[in-house]
């Protein structure tokens, strides 16, 4: 049968021959854990995935969230797929064994979640939103905070949000106007709106905790004003039993393109001025915390975006093989069969390019995740300070790059089955749907852009970047000279330099105070900056495929061969169409700088 | 108030300043028009398309078409609006006076069309659908049934659609199984299933005219073997009153991403084995009938393309003008009020893409009608063919350039209006949705390549194509020397070059029988094609903005800015851009042509 939330072979090629994972079973953290605990991991999320999430994807689309009466309204799928999911200990993956988690290397448990963004985005939302609010909590809670809310969401009773957009606000965040009032138990009062709060409501769980973004009384202005508080839509007494309803009322629900099966809600916080909140570390230092869960966020969300991606593939390529429909163009007899689309070259094609975009950026999301276990688990403190780094590097581009390809994968999709593909009688058109909402999240691409360009590429006098440099030329050094590689190698090298000289013309306009210049074409920067690490990324997979072929691996060469075929479509049609926006940036063109809002 | 369907100004600028429509009412045909009748129409248009169109746009994709009994059940609001269409007269807009039409040239037609299209392109497809079915009875029926199916329909009272796709078969129309069998009394028993035809049913007129492709039992193999059919849903008797209900059934509905006000039928014709059909024209000649109404709806699915990126531009415009939201990069005060996102760059990039891919594209589409007009009515006999050839040639770019780019362009509107461009809340993700079908239908995206490579551009000799290069160094002609036009001359005449080289190369393989080798990356052909077309399309509407300039209309002088600026951003950003591509073209790379099956 056809896999059809990713291809297992691919996941055991990255996992053990692109990056190494049994290497982490060597360190004190995962002993415990062999290929054996992972595959059994990976199998029980595919099974879970499959059984529970995948068949109510369609009808999660159809029947979206209702508002009934002041609360969310699912249909009755979600409840036992999550409920599977949090029986089966995901949203515990990486915790310790001492808290009931698994211990798993960030990396393996990002290889268990990919099954579930993969089946079924809209439901997986409502426990990943919830890792992430109950890690927030273990970083930068007190104790008693985390007996109350992080220990039941420990448990799989309790399921959290982020409350960070306001109306008037959007993506400026230091424009946020939710107050927040000391009371006197040492608890806060809190007032404001917030919209577009994934998993706002719904009947899932015994509470909510939301964790949101308000202003002290004393706050100063900007981004350094912020403070961060945990609201229970239900307050929790001492013992750990509920409460009084909070004051947190579901104002609405928004009405998506896709992702349909996540409720988007409009909260109002404090509408009757009671309304408690509890703050979480410091006070103004909330943005800072929150950074730690919109980084994971950022990296959930790239991961999210190639599975919507893959799915799609997976389903072109199926349907491809099947499908017959005309001849080659030197077919002239009318007469002969249909042959099966896949024959035709345009369809080749796009079928190779949706390949090269989803495991280009899987690959990208998975070492992502091993970034995030070196910058955790490595013996060594400056080596781990430096995967950190790294990380903090490209977590712009792991976000984005996925966001934008793996959606023009699934355009591809759409248009590879042609006029069934536009019907909703096939998946295709809803992972674009889906899909079309990871440009915009947690940081919309153009925000991503300056955050690599204006921020991350420079930090720490470019310590990150020199050090990506380095490992794009260790694995450009692996492929010289052999005859299958060479020419792959050879465009990563022209980008890479070229990407240099740039970089360094635009941190030295920004050094100089020209920032509105320097940053003028920082989206086309990200472009470019995200092509050089797929490209890298893909180098990579056809050394490590190249090597297996070598080793005469028989039964896997139709696996390499397909490997090595879409690194030298990625690095030969989509590598060398940087240059020109790459010389645009050079030029310091201000093309769109200089357009007037009255000219348009 | 702000325009929502097209710039009216930038619609005066290109009848009158570019395409100058008012030398059309020099030709005896249009002798009793003039501007001012023009613009009545233009008026007019507007005014149904903005009353009866626009306000259902919105519904008629959240409550798609019913399958009721047998029939496809619509919202009422569409009736009322087709009513006022028919009304004021359009179905019939390029028709003769004494045939009650109003005798518009067909650039004057496609004009007020495009506000249809713009304002709700699910409902105007209705008698969109119809007008092809009555030309191709007019161009190709005998007299007999234009008295009884053309006429009802130039009445306002038959509607039509082109029945042409099967389930088994879909762009390979030489594979289609639909059965014609001779009858006694001249007609025909049509025996088979179509799918995917839109309009196939519905409740808005007395009949509807299906123009079906079928095969009579002497038929030789492939397209050669095609015949076309009237066959009427109800029949007809001699004195047109209407007879029995013909042996069509609705076997159902397809449920599409978009487009979704106008029904998408499955249709068996012959079920009972008494479905009515009447030979059109000579057996066998079918397919090169339909091709007249096929190319005309290729014209109509570029137009439509462009006005639903140009409905999502103008949307988006006007969100980006209003939204307040975070401060430019040079900006730290953080207590300094908002800005309007117009003036972030990177919107200003997201805005300037879509003026450019919808105004270009609009420009072509208009120029592809008045090519239609000067086909028919141009004094010389050899200009007319000479305007032929070129219709020819640029067809397949007319309908695909729009389809991908002015789609492109909705994706950035979407963008621009970030969460709130995500949600059903906001017009322009529809745009989206609804827009997604044009690079699927009359003929997807790769079989247009292939028909722009593979045929039209070596017609004749290359008749057209060179032709089409004389007008290209026409206008970088005019350009020349002038210091704000001379930039953006250079990119278009490298692209231009550079095309041909590789058109010469590509012919070639094809005169020597490597048709597989010189078609295999026609889609890239496409594209870069497609970029120089629309490339001398700006350089032309930059040279009348210039030239409007030095005339020192002051009032306009930011109009014509706006145009250079878009100009200079598509032919400095995207026209060099196309040059790997063509690189690629020139090596014959075979990276698609070699990925074997099984490497997937």
Redesign the interface.
């Known amino acids: 049968m056809s896999e059809t939330l990713l291809s297992s072979r691919n996941l055991a090629f990255e996992l053990y021959e692109v990056l190494d994972a049994e290497a982490l079973t060597r360190r004190e953290r995962f002993a415990d854990h062999s290929r054996g605990t992972f595959d059994a991991a990976l199998d029980t999320a595919r099974s879970v995935a499959e059984k529970y999430f995948a068949p109510h994807n369609r009808k999660g689309d159809e029947e979206e969230p209702q508002y009934v009466d002041g609360a969310a309204q699912l249909i009755p799928e979600v409840k036992p797929a999550v409920e599977a999911f949090l029986e089966a200990g995901f949203h515990n993956a990486t915790r310790d064994f001492e808290q009931g988690g698994m211990q798993l290397p960030t990396l393996l448990s990002q290889a268990c979640f990919a099954h579930f963004q993969a089946a079924n985005v809209g439901s997986a939302a409502y426990p990943f939103l919830t890792m992430g609010a109950a890690n927030l909590i273990e970083s930068f809670g007190s104790d008693a905070q985390k007996r109350r809310f992080l220990q039941p969401m420990i448990e799989g009773r309790f399921f959290g949000t982020m409350a960070l ?1 306001e109306p ?5 965040l ?2 946020i106007r939710t107050r927040a009032e000391p009371a006197d138990n040492g608890s806060y009062r809190i007032r404001g709106n917030k ?2 709060i994934s998993g706002g409501d719904h009947p899932l769980g015994e509470n909510i905790v939301h964790m949101v973004l308000a202003k002290l009384p004393d706050a100063p ?3 350094k004003g912020i403070s961060l508080f945990i609201v229970p839509k239900f307050l929790v007494n001492e013992d750990g039993s509920l409460g009084a309803r909070n004051d947190v009322t579901l104002a609405g629900l ?4 896709g992702y349909r099966g996540t409720t ?1 809600t409009a909260l109002n916080f404090g509408d009757q001025g009671h309304c408690v909140g509890y703050l979480v570390g410091q006070p103004h230092h909330g943005l800072a915390y929150m950074f730690q869960m919109m980084n994971e966020a950022r990296i959930g969300v790239g991961m999210g975006a190639v599975m919507l991606g893959y799915a799609g593939y997976l389903y072109a ?1 199926d349907y491809a ?1 099947q499908r ?7 077919g002239k007899d ?2 002969a069969p ?1 042959v ?1 689309i ?8 796009m ?2 390019a949706q ?1 090269a975009y989803v495991e280009g950026a899987f690959d990208l999301a998975l070492y992502a995740a091993r970034l995030v276990d070196d910058s955790q688990t490595l013996a060594d403190a400056d080596e781990r300070r430096a995967a950190g780094e790294l990380l903090d590097l490209l977590t712009p581009v792991v976000k984005s790059w996925p966001s934008s390809h793996c959606l023009k994968a699934n ?1 591809l999709a ?2 590879v089955l ?2 069934h ?5 096939y998946p295709v ?1 809803q992972y ?2 889906d899909n ?2 990871n ?3 947690e940081g ?3 925000i991503q ?2 955050d690599l360009l ?1 921020r991350k590429v420079g930090q720490n006098g470019g310590a990150a970047l020199k050090q990506l440099t380095r490992l794009i030329q260790a694995t450009c050094a692996e492929a010289a000279g052999h005859p299958a590689l060479e020419p792959l190698r050879a465009p990563l090298e022209q980008l890479l330099g070229h990407l240099s000289t740039v970089t360094m013309a635009l941190l030295g306009d920004l050094l100089q ?1 020209e ?2 210049r320097g ?5 086309l920067y990200l472009d470019a900056f995200g092509h050089a690490v797929i490209g890298w990324r893909w180098l990579e997979q056809a050394v490590r495929a190249q090597r297996g072929l070598d080793a005469g691996q028989a039964a896997d060469a ?2 390499y ?2 490997k090595l ?1 879409a690194a ?2 990625f690095l ?2 989509e590598v ?2 940087c ?3 790459l010389s ?1 940036l050079e030029a310091r ?1 201000d ?10």
């Open positions: 957009t008037h606000a959007g993506s400026s230091s424009d919209i577009f202005p900007g981004v928004f009405h998506k393109m988007s390529l093989r017959p429909q005309g001849r080659l163009p030197d009318a007469s249909q099966a896949i024959q035709h070259p345009d369809v080749r094609r079928l190779l390949k355009e759409i248009q042609g006029g593909g536009y019907t909703r009688e058109e674009y749907r079309r909402l440009p915009i999240h919309t691409h153009g852009s300056l204006g105070g920032v509105n940053l003028a074409n920082s989206a139709d696996f061969r397909g075929q030298r479509y030969t049609w060398p169409a240059h020109h926006a645009l063109d093309t769109c700088l200089t357009m007037a809002d009255a000219w348009f």
